[in-house]
Every structure is written in structure tokens, then in C-alpha cells.
């Protein structure tokens, strides 16, 4: 799909960029991801946390980080025709995700490896790591969440949405 909306661009001058975004998170993001899988468990409240694997990192970019970043794509000509990589520049492992979550919201957890969390053989990324100097040079993005702090600051706006009760309660 990339390279059929770059021929346009290359072909008729259509204005496309192809923006990869990396691990968006935050707020009302789907189950099927490791953060919210995290925060709803401790949130209600369990203690045996069950995750797959815990070795790969991830870059982790925080949703308005994400938007700014399609925004500023959308508003620079010298976008149009590249490939960017929107993300926070900083790698984490999932296993030390999984603690600095539980040490924002103060919980004593152990984790547990759950079978059907786990992807097939051969198929788990271990890394993803995004170099987001592109980004950077040719949009003026940056994101405002980035580095371990960023992350924490992140995470915590997204355990306190996480947190509320009604949102929880309904959350899927």
C-alpha cells in the first residue's frame, strides 16, 4: 500500500506521505495491547499479571505525540513523497514497562507468562526502535512525550483514564 501511494505521488503529484507511527498508546487504546492489558489487570485489581513475552522492546509514542506528528506531515510540502518514522526515539522492554507501570500506580505485582498471550514461533518482534530524525528535520516534529521521562508522564495520563471507574467499567 505504501509504495502504490508513493507511484501517485511520483506519477501525478499527489501529495502523500507515508507515516509510520510507532506503538501508539494512551487513553481508550485497545485490550489487545501490552499497556492497557497492564493497567486494566492492575486496575482491577489483580496481582498475578498475565503478559507474554517480556524481553522485546518497544518505542512507545503517546497519542497526541502521534497526532501532532500526522498534522505536521499534513501542513509540510517537503513530506510529500518520504517515508517517516513517528515515534519517541527511545526503546523500552516490555518487562520494564510492565514495572514502571506498577510503580505509578503503586501496586506489588508479579507477572505471569500466559500461553496464549505468547506470539508463534519465529513470528515476535523483537525490537522496534524508531529514528524519528526525519520526522524532525523535515516536519519540525518532536515528540512531547519522549524518553523514559516522557514515558512516565505518559503512562500516567494513561493509568489515571484507565483508573476511573466508568471508563474501566465499560472499557473492552
Not at 494512551?26 to 497492564?38: C, D, M, N
Not at 505468547?118 to 518532536?142: F, I, Q
Amino acid at each position: 500500500a505504501d509504495h502504490i501511494a508513493l507511484s501517485y505521488y511520483l506519477s501525478f503529484g499527489t501529495p502523500v506521505t507515508v507515516i509510520r507511527p510507532f506503538n501508539t498508546y494512551g487513553p481508550r487504546q485497545s485490550a489487545r495491547a501490552v499497556i492497557p492489558t497492564i493497567i486494566s489487570q492492575i486496575a482491577s485489581g489483580m496481582r498475578r499479571i498475565q503478559l507474554g513475552a517480556l524481553t522485546p522492546t518497544r518505542d512507545f509514542n503517546f497519542v497526541s505525540d502521534t497526532v501532532a506528528g500526522f498534522i505536521a506531515a499534513l501542513e509540510c510540502e517537503a513530506s510529500n513523497g518520504q517515508v517517516i518514522n513517528l515515534g519517541s526515539n527511545f526503546e523500552i522492554s516490555v518487562e520494564d514497562t510492565a514495572k514502571m507501570i506498577a510503580e505509578i500506580m503503586s501496586a506489588d505485582v508479579t507477572w505471569v507468562s500466559d500461553e496464549q498471550r505468547l506470539r508463534p514461533a519465529n513470528s515476535e518482534v523483537e525490537r522496534l526502535w524508531a529514528d524519528n530524525t526525519k520526522a524532525h528535520a523535515l516536519m519540525g516534529w518532536r515528540p512531547q512525550y519522549g524518553g523514559l521521562q516522557g514515558l512516565r508522564k505518559g503512562l500516567a495520563q494513561t493509568i489515571d483514564w484507565f483508573s476511573e471507574a466508568a471508563n474501566l467499567s465499560a472499557y473492552k
